[in-house]
């Protein structure tokens, strides 16, 4: 009985681990389930069946892949450019010492603190009063959704920044190494990592966001708006199709990353 005791004892993290992971990974095997459901009407959410038709048919409800298509261009564009422009910044706010620095990091957390639907009126408002109320669509969410982007990429970035040692820059530049090579082959590589992160959390932002979004598409429609105006009709299983690939291939991405640290870590040992 001791021994069984003193195993739960130093066990006991893990176990609670695991199942505070398996709570939050729930929802997730659900998509994956009913990405193979075949259900008895349009208004049932239940396993009624197994079937490979929701992945056989992936475009068959109207305008899904079309929506699809819209979040994915609109995520990887606004990506890019928030990643771009919050890197410079991130590198501008740590490296340097200028006037107003202070009241720069508070406006960048602002989007951040700020409830999307007052950043979404907001940004209604603005586009209104300037002309676009008849233009609103991919534009107009561009915009939007790289202002609530640009604060999570500075802010990761800043912390890796943060953490990075300025020894090593400096020991590049004593082996007469420029500006511009101690950039590429010290600096860029150590803070890659964060970049990666705050790309990736860009991205799963904008494709995620329905509030902002939908105050400001106009006639567009991207995914998370789709499944929104789905939910009044009955939700198609293909929605679980698209979840299911979205958690795949993040979750490849993530195994390549973590395996890529794990082989640039023994290459540096």
Same mark, same amino acid.
């Given at each position: ?11 006991? +993290? ?113 586009? +209104? ?25 500075? +802010? ?96 490849? +991405? ?16």
């Amino acid at each position: 009985m001791r021994a069984v005791t003193d195993w739960i004892a130093r066990h006991l +993290v893990l176990m609670i681990g695991l199942l505070v992971l398996l709570y939050m990974l729930t929802p997730v095997f659900v998509v994956v389930l009913m990405s193979f459901n075949q259900p008895a009407g349009r208004n049932t959410y239940t396993f009624d069946g197994f079937t490979l038709d929701n992945w056989t048919s992936l475009c068959e409800p109207y305008q899904l892949c079309s929506s699809v298509r819209l979040s994915l261009e609109i995520g990887l564009l606004a990506t890019v450019i928030a990643t771009l422009l919050g890197t410079l910044m991130a590198f501008a706010m740590v490296r340097h010492r200028f006037r107003g620095r202070g009241a720069a990091n508070v406006f960048i957390f602002l989007p951040m603190a700020t409830p999307e639907i007052v950043m979404g009126s907001s940004l209604l408002a603005l586009f +209104v009063n300037a002309g676009l109320a008849g233009k609103l669509g991919f534009w107009t969410i561009f915009v939007a959704h790289v202002m609530f982007c640009l604060s999570f990429v500075v +802010v990761t970035v800043k912390a890796r920044l943060a953490g990075m040692d300025p020894r090593l820059e400096q020991a590049a530049a004593d082996l007469y190494a420029n500006e511009w090579q101690t950039f590429w082959r010290v600096s860029f590589p150590l803070v890659f990592p964060g970049i990666l992160a705050a790309a990736l959390l860009s991205f799963s932002l904008s494709f995620d966001d329905f509030i902002i979004t939908n105050l400001n598409a106009g006639q567009q429609v991207t995914f998370p708006m789709f499944v929104w105006g789905a939910n009044t009709k009955g939700i198609p299983m293909q929605i679980n199709v698209i979840g299911t690939i979205m958690f795949a291939i993040a979750l490849v +991405v993530v195994v390549v990353g973590e395996f890529g640290s794990r082989r640039r870590s023994r290459a540096l040992a």
